[in-house]
Every structure is written in structure tokens, then in C-alpha cells.
């Protein structure tokens, strides 16, 4: 046996696992296809305060690119709410750079990372994952985390899952620019965004990061309109592709021999399409149980199911309000959608909102969506946007 856990998958996900078996002592070789961890970056890069905390990662300068404390939200037809609290909110950072201080923890801890090696396939023996193999290499293991992404491409291929909803296309790009250092903006439309929205994160008060998913079209096309809308004809880099998940978590995720994390398991914000966070936490959950495993070996579905139990105990009901709530914006009309802003405005709701905001949690969004839907201004204004039959819905999925 070459290792006790192979890692495929050199992100946030895959590295947290590894650190939380290697921490316990057991060999784990972590395999990234890439010749250096983080690169390409697809991410927008935006982590809240408290998430970066919450998966055990000092902020740091050499990742941390800029701080924000509030947003703008625009409607189709361009009115805006903005949203701002007092304390910093959420990192803007570098993606490839946080990588790479993960990839340092886990190799800190024991783990073993190798780089620019790609897995071709699962190996299975009696049903159970016993490893991966690629071009001229097979590596065994007692069980495999699978952290590959949202292709899920070695998963389907052993026939342990199928895709689901298919990921939206997004892009990302650096343009120089004057914008508010400590706001974020976020677009919604359907000619700026199809199906989710666009944004711009700033890095500085003269630099943004700016980008959008689509569910249809070309989204390099869409980008170039939403830049030319938004600040002229501006020059800016190239964009980065990249897919973007939306669906919510896998129908399971562990198997013999077998966890899927990150976004191979659909760990992902439903309503952002962040996936860091609870991304990374669910991972951790993870790695607590391959060590059970490891521990008393067993590697069959008995031990390794108490993955899902942990992550749906934890998150499982974050997800469902979040798949709720891009759910009714999937469904709610460019009209629909500026009658809500239009609404909002006219009740005076904005000092409200921010109240909710600054109580509220950027990653584990249920209890914000409760207090919101118990506010009965808030009620009227959704009841505009999203129609009455959509709002108990929602209301029903958080027990209103």
C-alpha cells in the first residue's frame, strides 16, 4: 500500500482533508494535475472574515489583497440598494496564494504533495476504491478523497455518480479603475448576466477583479458588455474561465474506499457559487472521518457514510435555503425584479436590511433569511418581487 489516504485535488477542499488525516499521523499523498498549486485561478476571490477563520486560517498579507464592509446590489434597470456595516466583512484575496498556504499547512503537518501529476481513473477491487492510476504510474491507498472539482470526471467514469445541473460558465478579469476600495457590486439582469449575476470586487481603490456566470451564451461576450456598461471602453486582462456550481450538494457523497469533497461533492453556496468556506468545512468533516476509518479499518460504506451524516447534521440545512432561494431567482423576471428594488426603496427598508446584515453570517445564511422573511416591510417588498406562491415556499423550507 503506498499510502494510508490519496488526496486528488490540490484545492482549499482537498488540502484541509489531507491536514486533517496527516495531523493524526497517517501517510497522505496528495496529487495536484497542475505543475503549481492554485494556478490557473478561476475564483472571484471573496472569503468572509469569518469563514477564513472558521477552516483555520490566519489572515494574512501575503493572501489578503483587501478588506470590505459592504455592497451594492443593482437591479436590471440600474437602481441600487447598498448595504454596509461597520466591521470588515469579507477578505478580498489571492486565490493562488491562499492555496499555497493551505498546501504549506498540510505539508506541515506530514502530508506529501506532488504536483503535475494527473489521475486518469479510479481503481476499484470487490466495488471498492483501492487508488488512482494515470500514465505510466498506479498509486494504492486504504481510501481516497476525491477533491477534483466540478468536473467529477474520475467519479462518473468508476460510475459512483452522475452530473446533475450542468455548472454555469463564468469568467474573471483584472481591470484598473476608479471604484469604492471597500465595496463589493453586485449585477443582476438578464443582458448582463443570464441566469446569475456579474461583479466587481475591488483589490484596491484603483484595481478590480471583475467577472459574472451565465447559463447560456458566451460569457467572454457578456463580460465585455457588462465592462463597457460599467465603466466605458476600459482595457482589461484577458479573462480566466471557469465553471461555476449552483446545484447543492451531491445526492452522496461517500462511498467504499471513497469521499468526494468540494465542489466534486457540490459543496458549494447555491445563491454566490462560493465554495471555500463551506467547501472547506464539510472537508474537515471529511478528514474526521477518513481518520475514524484509517483508525479502526474499516473503509466500507458503514464507516466512511458517517461523512454524510456529519456535513448534512452541520450544513445540510444551509444548503436547502440557499438551493431555495437560487431556486425563486432562477424564476424571477427582469419586471419582477426591479418592482422588488422600486418597493424597497419607496418602505425605507435599507437601515433594516443593514441591521440583519451586520447580525447575519455571509456563509451560514439561514438564520438571516429566517429573520428577514419575519419582517413584515421586508414580506411586502418580496411579495412584489417574487410573487405570493414563491414566498411561502420559501417560507415553508425555514418554518415560517
Same mark, same amino acid.
Given at each position: 500500500?503506498?499510502?494510508?489516504?490519496?488526496?486528488?485535488?490540490?484545492?482549499?477542499?482537498?488540502?484541509?482533508?489531507?491536514?486533517?488525516?496527516?495531523?493524526?499521523?497517517?501517510?497522505?499523498?496528495?496529487?495536484?494535475?497542475?505543475?503549481?498549486?492554485?494556478?490557473?485561478?478561476?475564483?472571484?476571490?471573496?472569503?468572509?472574515?469569518?469563514?477564513?477563520?472558521?477552516?483555520?486560517?490566519?489572515?494574512?498579507?501575503?493572501?489578503?489583497?483587501?478588506?470590505?464592509?459592504?455592497?451594492?446590489?443593482?437591479?436590471?434597470?440600474?437602481?441600487?440598494?447598498?448595504?454596509?456595516?461597520?466591521?470588515?466583512?469579507?477578505?478580498?484575496?489571492?486565490?493562488?496564494?491562499?492555496?499555497?498556504?493551505?498546501?504549506?499547512?498540510?505539508?506541515?503537518?506530514?502530508?506529501?504533495?506532488?504536483?503535475?501529476?494527473?489521475?486518469?481513473?479510479?481503481?476499484?477491487?470487490?466495488?471498492? #476504491?483501492? =487508488?488512482?492510476?494515470?500514465?505510466?504510474?498506479?498509486?494504492?491507498?486504504? %481510501? !481516497?478523497? &476525491? @477533491?477534483? /472539482?466540478?468536473?467529477?470526471?474520475?467519479?462518473?467514469?468508476?460510475?459512483?455518480?452522475?452530473?446533475?445541473?450542468?455548472?454555469?460558465?463564468?469568467?474573471?478579469?483584472?481591470?484598473?479603475?476608479?471604484?469604492?476600495?471597500?465595496?463589493?457590486?453586485?449585477?443582476?439582469?438578464?443582458?448582463?448576466?443570464?441566469?446569475?449575476?456579474?461583479?466587481?470586487?475591488?483589490?484596491?481603490?484603483?484595481?478590480?477583479?471583475?467577472?459574472?456566470?451565465?447559463?447560456?451564451?458566451?460569457?467572454?461576450?457578456?463580460?465585455?458588455?457588462?465592462?463597457?456598461?460599467?465603466?466605458?471602453?476600459?482595457?482589461?486582462?484577458?479573462?480566466?474561465?471557469?465553471?461555476?456550481? #449552483?446545484? =447543492?450538494?451531491?445526492?452522496?457523497?461517500?462511498?467504499?474506499?471513497?469521499? %468526494? !469533497?468540494? &465542489? @466534486?461533492? /457540490?459543496?458549494?453556496?447555491?445563491?454566490?457559487?462560493?465554495?471555500?468556506?463551506?467547501?472547506?468545512?464539510?472537508?474537515?468533516?471529511?478528514?474526521?472521518?477518513?481518520?475514524?476509518?484509517?483508525?479502526?479499518?474499516?473503509?466500507?460504506?458503514?464507516?466512511?457514510?458517517?461523512?454524510?451524516?456529519?456535513?448534512?447534521?452541520?450544513?445540510?440545512?444551509?444548503?436547502?435555503?440557499?438551493?431555495?432561494?437560487?431556486?425563486?431567482?432562477?424564476?424571477?423576471?427582469?419586471?419582477?425584479?426591479?418592482?422588488?428594488?422600486?418597493?424597497?426603496?419607496?418602505?425605507?427598508?435599507?437601515?433594516?436590511?443593514?441591521?440583519?446584515?451586520?447580525?447575519?453570517?455571509?456563509?451560514?445564511?439561514?438564520?438571516?433569511?429566517?429573520?428577514?422573511?419575519?419582517?413584515?416591510?421586508?414580506?411586502? @417588498?418580496?411579495?412584489?418581487?417574487?410573487?405570493?406562491?414563491?414566498?411561502?415556499?420559501?417560507?415553508?423550507?425555514?418554518?415560517?
Amino acid at each position: 500500500m503506498d499510502s494510508d489516504a490519496l488526496v486528488i485535488g490540490a484545492g482549499p477542499s482537498g488540502l484541509l482533508a489531507a491536514k486533517t488525516i496527516a495531523s493524526r499521523g497517517f501517510s497522505v499523498r496528495i496529487l495536484e494535475e497542475h505543475a503549481k498549486v492554485g494556478v490557473p485561478s478561476h475564483c472571484a476571490g471573496l472569503i468572509s472574515v469569518e469563514g477564513l477563520k472558521r477552516i483555520g486560517v490566519e489572515a494574512s498579507g501575503s493572501f489578503v489583497q483587501n478588506t470590505i464592509t459592504g455592497g451594492r446590489i443593482y437591479s436590471p434597470d440600474g437602481q441600487y440598494v447598498e448595504i454596509k456595516d461597520r466591521r470588515p466583512r469579507a477578505h478580498v484575496i489571492d486565490r493562488t496564494a491562499l492555496d499555497q498556504r493551505l498546501a504549506e499547512l498540510a505539508v506541515d503537518v506530514g502530508a506529501e504533495l506532488t504536483t503535475g501529476v494527473r489521475a486518469e481513473r479510479l481503481t476499484l477491487s470487490d466495488g471498492c #476504491v483501492t =487508488g488512482a492510476s494515470g500514465a505510466g504510474w498506479v498509486e494504492e491507498a486504504r %481510501l !481516497v478523497i &476525491d @477533491a477534483e /472539482g466540478p468536473s467529477r470526471r474520475l467519479a462518473r467514469e468508476a460510475g459512483v455518480i452522475n452530473n446533475g445541473r450542468a455548472p454555469l460558465l463564468g469568467v474573471n478579469t483584472e481591470i484598473g479603475c476608479d471604484v469604492d476600495a471597500d465595496i463589493v457590486e453586485v449585477w443582476f439582469g438578464e443582458e448582463t448576466a443570464p441566469g446569475f449575476f456579474a461583479w466587481v470586487i475591488p483589490t484596491s481603490g484603483n484595481q478590480a477583479r471583475v467577472g459574472l456566470a451565465t447559463k447560456s451564451g458566451d460569457p467572454t461576450k457578456f463580460l465585455a458588455g457588462f465592462v463597457k456598461k460599467r465603466f466605458g471602453d476600459t482595457k482589461y486582462l484577458p479573462p480566466r474561465a471557469g465553471q461555476v456550481l #449552483v446545484e =447543492g450538494p451531491v445526492n452522496k457523497s461517500s462511498f467504499p474506499g471513497l469521499l %468526494l !469533497v468540494g &465542489d @466534486a461533492a /457540490g459543496h458549494v453556496k447555491p445563491t454566490t457559487g462560493g465554495g471555500v468556506v463551506l467547501g472547506g468545512l464539510c472537508a474537515i468533516e471529511a478528514g474526521k472521518t477518513a481518520v475514524k476509518a484509517l483508525e479502526t479499518g474499516d473503509t466500507s460504506t458503514k464507516t466512511l457514510g458517517e461523512y454524510d451524516e456529519a456535513w448534512r447534521r452541520l450544513y445540510g440545512s444551509e444548503f436547502r435555503s440557499m438551493q431555495t432561494l437560487r431556486s425563486l431567482a432562477d424564476r424571477v423576471s427582469d419586471a419582477r425584479m426591479n418592482r422588488f428594488f422600486r418597493v424597497f426603496r419607496d418602505a425605507g427598508l435599507g437601515d433594516r436590511v443593514n441591521e440583519l446584515v451586520a447580525e447575519g453570517d455571509m456563509d451560514l445564511q439561514e438564520g438571516v433569511i429566517r429573520r428577514a422573511l419575519s419582517e413584515p416591510g421586508i414580506m411586502k @417588498a418580496a411579495i412584489g418581487g417574487l410573487g405570493r406562491l414563491a414566498l411561502a415556499e420559501l417560507r415553508g423550507l425555514v418554518n415560517l
